[in-house]
């Protein structure tokens, strides 16, 4: 896929979470978003999680076996992209939600992405499991 289909495709699943958030606050901002990415970049991570909490565990893995499986791909996916997706799995963890990816595996994204402050982050942690 060409890297503007990838930003295309994250600006949708931005909005479409927010269409389908089950919080009222959230989902009036899904029309104002489909014209402002910077608002569905701003309130992606709030609507994932309510979205989350309301699917039943297959859909749950579902989803995170397809996060995962972009986050973690060698091919084309554009660092802005996999950063997007790895600060959602941040904020799913600071919300004592279920860790998708394991802690090499987020050190390796966070570096190929440019994210050098992630990376070292979970280089500690690994250090410290270690």
């Keep these: ?3 503007r289909d990838w930003y295309s495709w ?3 699943f931005q909005v479409e979470l927010l269409a389908q958030t089950p919080r009222r606050e959230l989902r009036v901002c899904s029309s104002l978003a489909q014209k402002y990415k910077g608002l569905a970049t701003n309130l992606f991570n709030a609507a994932f999680l309510s979205c989350w909490l309301k699917l039943d565990d ?4 579902h989803c995170h076996s397809n996060i995962k499986h972009v986050i973690t791909t060698r091919k084309a996916v554009p660092a802005t992209v996999k950063n997007t997706l790895l600060k959602l799995v ?4 600071r919300q004592n939600c279920s860790v998708w990816i394991s802690i090499p595996d987020l050190s390796e994204v966070a570096e190929k992405s440019h994210s050098y402050s992630d ?9 410290r499991l270690a």
């Design 10 to 12: 994250l600006h949708e």
């Design 1 to 3: 896929a060409a890297e």
């Design 90 to 93: 941040e904020f799913m963890q």
């Design 58 to 61: 297959s859909s749950q893995n």
């Design 119 to 127: 990376a070292l982050y979970y280089k500690e942690q690994q250090f």
